[in-house]
């Protein structure tokens, strides 16, 4: 012992040793042990935490109170650090007689003979657990989304990074990682306002709840977005059987107020693999789930290497796509449509092509997620505009006549309002008309979507200014009827899709005479496109369509060739071969 301990043990001694030992046992809880680290004193603090009478902890080690918070590796680097003779201190958490759980910050100092070994610990102890709970309560408040007590995504952060570590420890494991978002909600808040939107997350997050093991994570990742990592349940269940109660879940009625509202989602999953980190795999996920919704959604896509191909080829067109705007790469095509009635051409649709320098002319369905980016939507349109402006004025200036424009309007551009600011505009300028210009939009931006219902006002708002409005894909969703009736679609387009059979089955025939049977009970005119022989035609006539459109009638052709084609307006052309340029 060093001198300077000894001058403080003997002023102890000498003054007031029973004051300071009153102060040790009024602060702190002591326990002594021997070097196997059995306890051999504990002073009363000790017993009125731990709720052990002094006569069960004497005898006994510290695994009496030994709360499971802790692995093995805490003990064992303590153990390392006092039997080399270090000063070991941290905070433990140990759990009392009553099963109560206590936390103790913590100072061991090992107990050294005259000979200088070591021959037992002192362990001393103060009790921070207001202290740890408070740091547990913010940590938790820190990690959780308070509307409806998930993680939040900080939360969900850590707890996917845990799940690859739990895989890397064990590569047999089964860890998924499930993401969603909820499609109509934004209705749902801007009809019912903020309060039902609430009412739908916090319903929707307690049938999450139940549908997994407690100790898997169920995550909101912000607005209507959620996660879960899979683990436990996936002891219990087949990971589809799962998938399939998740899509019921999020499909059934949910009771607001006085109202039942109803959302649907897309799901994408990825496996959790410990090679891959916590930020590859919500991109996985994302991919996946992209992957679903433009499969129509309402189901849910497992990634793998062909999604992830698809993703890389995505991105390179919207790169690709980026630098053909700034070039002025896109170009508009036109392609006849013919009334069999009149045998005029009395309708152009306008078509979209990409002059791809390594690529080739390209048509929109090969580009198709350009349409989808909103930047790019952006960007693209004054040039459109611009491209009407100048070949309309090329018609006006050449053509005696020239049939109505269809016009194809994404979900991006209904919501455009400059784009159509725009193009009515230039109408005006032309000496043109509304009713000279057919607005055509697939049936499938109508179904579900998060603004589909500022989607339809739009479409009303411009039916109501006099413009045709023609619904495309017909009969390839599940448009409501209610739709057909709400909106004033002067025209009804059936997809190619339903026309490649119709000359060898008679479903297909059976098929497209519906279609255009419920259109013109809505007053609507029926086009048939994708039609390519005249065996084709002949039936479509016998149906009873109004206009057809395809490679028999004409290829999309440009501006400045449709100006050479003048004849192609002209009565009774029921066959006209031209060729694109």
Not at 128 to 152: C, H, Q, V, W
Not at 308 to 313: F, P, S
Request: glycine residues 6%; hydrophobic residues 40%.
């Amino acid at each position: 012992m060093s001198l300077k301990h000894d001058d403080r043990l003997r002023a102890l001694t000498h003054q007031d040793s029973d004051f300071w030992a009153d102060v040790v046992d009024n602060v702190l809880i002591v326990a002594i042990t021997d070097v196997r680290g059995v306890i051999t004193y504990v002073n009363d603090r000790f017993c009125e935490i731990s709720r052990y009478p002094r006569e069960e902890l004497l005898g006994s080690t510290h695994r009496i109170v030994n709360s499971g918070y802790h692995d093995a590796s805490f003990f064992r680097q303590m153990y390392r650090t006092i039997r080399t003779g270090e000063i070991w201190r941290g905070n433990i958490c140990n759990r009392a007689k009553d099963g109560t759980l206590y936390w103790v910050a913590t100072t061991i100092m090992p107990k050294h003979n005259s000979l200088g070994a070591i021959e037992g610990y002192v362990a001393t102890r103060f009790e921070i657990t207001e202290l740890m709970n408070t740091r547990d309560r913010l940590k938790s408040l820190a990690a959780t989304d308070p509307l409806t007590g998930l993680f939040n995504r900080g939360g969900f952060n850590n707890v996917l990074q845990t799940a690859v570590e739990h895989k890397a420890q064990n590569i047999t494991r089964e860890i998924m990682l499930v993401m969603f978002d909820l499609d109509g909600f934004k209705q749902i808040n801007d009809i019912h306002g903020h309060h039902a939107g609430d009412v739908v997350l916090k319903v929707i997050s307690a049938r999450l709840m139940a549908l997994v093991s407690p100790e898997d994570a169920v995550c909101r990742l912000g607005g209507d977005e959620f996660a879960l990592i899979l683990d436990h349940t996936l002891t219990r269940r087949p990971l589809q059987d799962i998938l399939d109660q998740l899509l019921a879940e999020l499909e059934a009625p949910i009771e607001v107020g006085n109202t039942m509202v109803n959302v649907s989602g897309s799901i994408g999953v990825s496996p959790v693999a410990s090679q891959e980190s916590a930020e590859s795999l919500q991109k996985n996920a994302d991919i996946a789930l992209y992957a679903a919704k433009r499969a129509g959604g309402h189901q849910a896509r497992m990634f793998d290497i062909t999604l992830h191909q698809h993703a890389l080829e995505r991105a390179q067109i919207l790169t690709d796509a980026r630098t053909g705007v700034e070039k002025d790469q896109f170009e508009l095509y036109y392609q006849p449509i013919l009334n069999l009635a009149t045998g005029r051409c009395d309708q152009i649709e306008a078509l979209l092509r990409w002059h791809h320098p390594q690529r080739g002319l390209l048509a929109a369905e090969s580009f198709h997620d350009v349409f989808l980016d909103a930047a790019l939507a952006q960007a693209m349109s004054p040039r459109l505009v611009k491209a009407f402006q100048n070949d309309m004025r090329l018609w006006n200036n050449t053509l005696n006549t020239y049939p109505n424009l269809t016009i194809n309007l994404s979900r991006l551009d209904l919501l455009n309002i400059g784009f159509q600011n725009d193009l009515e505009a230039e109408i005006k300028r032309q000496g043109s008309k509304a009713s000279d210009y057919v607005l055509e939009i697939s049936e499938s931006v109508l179904v579900a979507g998060r603004r589909s219902d500022r989607v339809l006002l739009r479409l009303q708002e411009l039916a109501a200014m006099g413009f045709q409005l023609a619904l495309d894909d017909f009969g390839l969703a599940t448009l409501p009827i209610s739709a057909l009736r709400d909106i004033r679609f002067t025209q009804a387009k059936i997809s190619r899709k339903l026309v490649r059979e119709i000359e060898h089955d008679q479903q297909a025939r059976d098929v497209i005479a519906h279609l255009s049977g419920l259109a013109h009970a809505f007053g609507q005119s029926v086009t048939v496109s994708g039609v390519e022989t005249r065996g084709q035609m002949e039936i479509l006539r016998a149906i009873g369509v109004d206009r057809i459109q395809g490679f028999y009638i004409s290829l999309p052709i440009s501006a400045a060739n449709l100006v050479l084609a003048e004849h192609i307006f002209a009565p009774d052309h029921t066959e006209i071969t031209l060729q694109a340029s």
